[in-house]
């Protein structure tokens, strides 16, 4: 017998009647994504994960000074917009809009615009406000490899803009 309740003693349910019934793919019953307990993926399981590709075309862009130096909170101006994502991709196959995305979906079909993600650049050039924005957001969602990414290009544009600032301040 368990504590009473208004003078009438209470029963603990069998033990049968409080377990999960189980799912299927799993042995615990909890609940689970292509059949890991979602309690218990690992970082490097996650479905977004860096596009490799992107990192590198961003890398190359800033080598090449195809950058535009403004402020963190400007992201939300230069982001390209639907519209322009959609031109983008009426003149440019799916692989050359995803070089614009630090992050891929697996979630999402290679072939759609939702399996890409962490925007960096308006298609032209890399914003750092963008690469901040995507460092910002990498890492509140917990995506390290994005993040570090990111971080190391905001590095990049940082001393871009350093090396910027010592040559006006030489002229």
């Known amino acids: 017998m368990v504590p009473t ?4 003693p209470v029963r603990a349910p ?4 409080t377990e999960r019934p189980a799912c299927p793919g799993t042995s615990d019953g909890g609940p689970t994504q292509r059949g890991q307990d979602l ?11 860096l596009n490799q590709r992107a ?22 101006e230069h982001r390209p917009s639907a519209r322009e994502e959609n031109r983008f991709l009426e003149e440019h196959d799916i692989r ?4 614009w995305y630090l992050g891929v979906d697996d979630e999402h ?3 759609t615009k939702s399996h890409y993600k962490f925007p960096y650049g308006d298609f032209e050039k890399v914003h750092r406000c ?3 924005s995507a460092e910002a957001r990498a890492g509140q969602q917990k995506y390290l490899d994005i993040e570090k990414a990111a971080a190391h290009l905001h590095g990049m544009l940082d001393g ?8 006006s301040a030489d002229g």
């Open 55 to 76: 990192y590198d075309h961003a890398r190359s862009l800033i080598q090449d000074r195809q950058v535009v130096l403004d402020e963190r909170d400007a992201w939300s």
């Open 109 to 111: 079909g290679e072939d």
């Open 5 to 8: 309740r208004v003078g009438r």
């Open 130 to 132: 963008g690469v901040l």
């Open 39 to 49: 309690f218990t993926r690992k970082p490097d399981e996650m479905a977004v994960t």
């Open 160 to 167: 871009l803009a350093a090396a910027d600032g010592d040559a």
């Open 96 to 99: 050359a809009y995803g070089r």
């Open 14 to 17: 069998p033990a049968a009647a």
